[in-house]
Each structure stands twice: as C-alpha cells, then as structure tokens.
C-alpha cells in the first residue's frame, strides 16, 4: 500500500510539473549563484551556456534550439562555448542536485518501509 502511494505521489508530481509550465533560471554572471527564475512561455528547455571566458548564460530556450550551430547564431559575439539543454524545472542551476532523483529515492524508501 505504501509503494502504491509513493508511485501515485511521483507520478502527480511529474504531471504537476507539466500542467504548471517549466520553470528556468535565468541571468548572465561568472559567479553560479543564479537565483532569478523565470517562467518560459514559448520554450520546452531551459540552457546553461558557459563561455571560455567563465560568464554562464542561463535561461529558456526552445529545444530544437540546443546546436552548436544555432546557438552561434543566437549568441554571436560568444566564439567558445560549452552548453547543456534540460527540461525540467530548474535544470540549469550551477550544481544540480538532481529532484526527481531525490522524488524517486524518496518513493523507494517510503516503499521500503
């Protein structure tokens, strides 16, 4: 009985993430501690684009987007850049931690139990 209710409980939250849109940080700093958030309207992913000078570009942006070639186009006077898309809320924080990980974790333990 508990296992059900841990399932039920991940599967609302992934379907509450969905209904309620996605959620990205978004700045442009050197530092990583990015904490404006910013709700995407338009766009299915949230980028972290890191310069080779150190600056880090977070925000939405629209999956089909996520090439090395349109991001030139996008960020012309970037010349070097490393990138990572995600999709899901807050994906592009400094340090993920990984929440749906942890959610599932904490569904097996409760299971365990």
């Given at each position: ?18 209904v ?35 600056r ?12 090395n070639?349109r ?22 924080a ?20």
């Amino acid at each position: 009985m508990k296992s059900f209710f841990a399932v039920l409980i991940i599967i609302s939250v992934m379907l509450l993430q969905h209904v309620c849109g996605l959620r990205c940080y978004k700045c442009s700093d050197y530092t990583g501690r990015c904490q404006n958030v910013q709700e995407c309207t338009y766009e299915d992913s949230c980028i972290s684009l890191s310069e080779q000078g150190g600056r880090t570009i977070r925000q939405c942006i629209r999956y089909t987007d996520c090439d090395n070639s349109r991001l030139s186009q996008m960020f012309p006077s970037i010349s070097g850049f490393s990138y990572r898309c995600c999709s899901s809320n807050l994906c592009n924080a400094a340090f993920t931690a990984a929440p749906t990980m942890l959610l599932l974790a904490v569904g097996v333990a409760c299971s365990c139990f």
